[in-house]
């Protein structure tokens, strides 16, 4: 337990939330949700479609002849430049990335998105008050004999709601910066025309951005903003997993994804949450240690986001996204499911990436074959009424 204390004390300072849960422990299962829809074309982009600088436009990524370029992968698909971390498992065969991956949500709201998402439903007319990978517990449990034990702290990812209960919660958003420290910082500037304009068009920027976007984006958000601190949290993370005998569960939120402004190619806001998330993962996959060869890292956000950018340098919400699926039992170094095209004729509404992969496939092959679930478990009681979802193959 004292693992896990750590754990939840560093979340408190990272702004990250980190829920544990029972499972099998010496095959330990962390889902990474990006909250607030990921850019893929930022993360994995789509280099090698003929269409891709031209849809991309000024968003487009620097090619990998040039200096601070992109990550080649297979002469399709790229890695963003900033996360290199992740390229030794590549190489490894460790890492296998998914370029357009949806859950069956084709809508524009974080919340729905989320639910859909979370739940492991069909749509939002079916979403469920408990989550898919509660019920996957539950049934490794029940087959294993060895449930969940332990008392709920806090707010509960849906994902993880349901009968077999989560044995620790850590980590929030951190609180909104005190006004009466911006009050402070306006006066030190005071004295500094430029750099009291700069502050006054930043707040200014930041609360018409938000007035704008609504609750819905502040929500999307709100498990955690800085990609950045995550490699700390991380190796405490691993660390609590790690030893055959803690959680075999772990499901991390990451927010702060959704960049409708301004968000950067390979410098910028976006591209240092990207090297968090990279750096944060190669810490993960680390501090594992040895149960990182039996081990699988899933991340994935609720929905992808616009191909083109919008006029604000930034992106629009979209459908398809990129996913990951880290670990030593991986069979990675290269792509999962078929490639999307980027020509304006194959994108969706607003630019949108068509997806190519169902969530719900992609869940099924890690609980099938990383936790051995049964496909009846799968189609009936995880997924239920998914009998026409076969798992991803390949994986």
């Known amino acids: 337990m004292l693992a896990l204390g750590g754990a939840a004390t560093v979340a408190a300072l990272s702004g990250i939330r980190v829920t544990y849960a029972a499972g099998p422990s010496d095959r330990p299962l962390i889902l990474v949700l990006l909250r607030g829809g990921p850019d893929g074309q930022a993360l994995l982009p789509l280099h090698g479609d003929p269409a891709y600088r031209s849809v991309r436009s000024n968003l487009a990524l620097p090619g990998p002849d040039a200096p601070g370029g992109l990550f080649d992968l297979d002469g399709v698909i790229g890695l963003h430049p900033n996360a ?27 919340a729905e998105a989320i639910s859909v998402l979370d739940s492991g ?27 969940s034990i332990g008392h709920p702290i806090g707010n509960l990812p849906l994902v993880l709601r349901g009968e077999a209960p989560p044995l620790a919660i850590g980590g929030t958003e951190p609180p909104s910066a005190d006004p009466r420290f ?19 068009a930043g707040r200014k920027a930041h609360d018409t951005l938000a007035g704008a976007l ?7 958000n709100a498990a955690g903003r800085h990609a950045q601190t995550f490699p700390l949290l991380a190796r405490t993370i691993g660390r609590a997993m790690a030893g055959g005998t803690g959680p075999g569960c772990a499901v ?29 993962l190669a810490q993960l996959a680390d501090s594992l240690g040895a149960a990182f060869a039996h081990s699988m890292i899933v991340t994935i956000g609720e929905f992808g986001r616009s191909v083109p950018p919008n006029r604000a ?16 039992g991986v069979s990675g170094g ?13 994108l969706g509404r607003d630019g949108a990436l068509s997806p190519t992969v169902d969530s719900r496939a992609l869940f099924k092959a890690v609980l099938a074959k990383h936790w051995m679930v049964s496909a009846s478990a799968l189609n009936k009681r995880v997924f239920p009424d998914s009998g026409a979802i076969a798992p991803l193959p390949g994986l």
């Not at 939002?124 to 449930?147: C, F, K, M, P, Y």
């Not at 911006?182 to 006054?200: S, T």
């Not at 609504?214 to 999307?220: F, K």
């Not at 959704?258 to 240092?272: A, F, K, N």
């Open 334 to 346: 290269k792509r999962l499911g078929p490639l999307p095209k980027l020509d304006v004729e194959a």
């Open 84 to 110: 290199g971390a992740l390229i030794p498992y590549w190489e490894a065969g460790q890492l296998a990335v998914l370029p357009s991956v949806a859950s069956p949500y084709r809508g524009t709201s974080h």
């Open 214 to 220: 609504g609750q819905d984006h502040a929500d999307a």
């Open 252 to 280: 991390i939120e990451i927010g702060g994804w959704d960049t409708h402004i301004q968000q950067g190619t390979d410098r910028g806001p976006l591209s240092r949450r990207i090297a968090g998330l990279a750096e944060g």
């Open 313 to 328: 340098g930034g992106t629009e919400h979209g459908l398809g996204g990129a996913a990951l699926v880290l670990g030593g």
């Open 182 to 200: 911006l009050a402070k910082v306006q006066a030190l500037y005071a004295g500094d025309a430029a750099l009291a304009e700069a502050l006054q």
């Open 121 to 147: 439903s069909a749509g939002i007319e079916t979403v469920q008050d408990n989550g898919w990978l509660n019920r996957a517990v539950a049934a490794v449990g029940a087959a294993s004999g060895g449930g």
